[in-house]
């Protein structure tokens, strides 16, 4: 088992920054891949990035050079930094962690809007 917190969320204005954390505990040992999807009102949930336990990133198109995954070398944590936000960004963002096992684990979400 595989517990995920989200954190980090809030309140931004355009052209601003937030980092999101997703904290992992558990057998964090057997995570292999951590990702971040987000949904906003109304429309699928969207993969936004992922990182592997081999370091390798990966974005969708529509956040690369503005996001930016990272993890902490003990792979109990993941960040997203997320600069130059737009009112597009608005969404509830989710910590997805998939295991070599072939678990996957959720998060409850954390609410990031975008507004002036």
């Known amino acids: 088992q595989v517990q995920v917190v989200e954190s980090g969320g809030g309140v931004v204005q355009p052209g601003g920054s937030l980092r999101l954390s997703c904290a992992a505990s558990?057998?964090?040992?057997?995570?292999?891949?951590m990702r971040w999807y987000r949904q906003a009102p109304g429309k699928e949930r969207e993969l936004v990035a992922v990182?592997?336990?081999?370091?390798?990133?990966d974005y969708t198109d529509s956040v690369k050079g503005r996001f930016t995954i990272s993890r902490d070398n003990a792979w109990n944590t993941v960040y997203l930094q997320m600069s130059s936000l737009k009112p597009e960004d608005t969404a509830i963002y989710y910590c997805?962690?998939?295991?070599?096992?072939?678990?996957?684990?959720r998060g409850q979400g954390t609410q990031v809007t975008v507004s002036s």
């Open positions: 997805y962690v998939n295991t070599v096992l072939g678990s996957i684990y």
């Open positions: 990182i592997t336990r081999g370091g390798s990133t």
């Open positions: 558990g057998r964090t040992f057997t995570i292999n891949a």
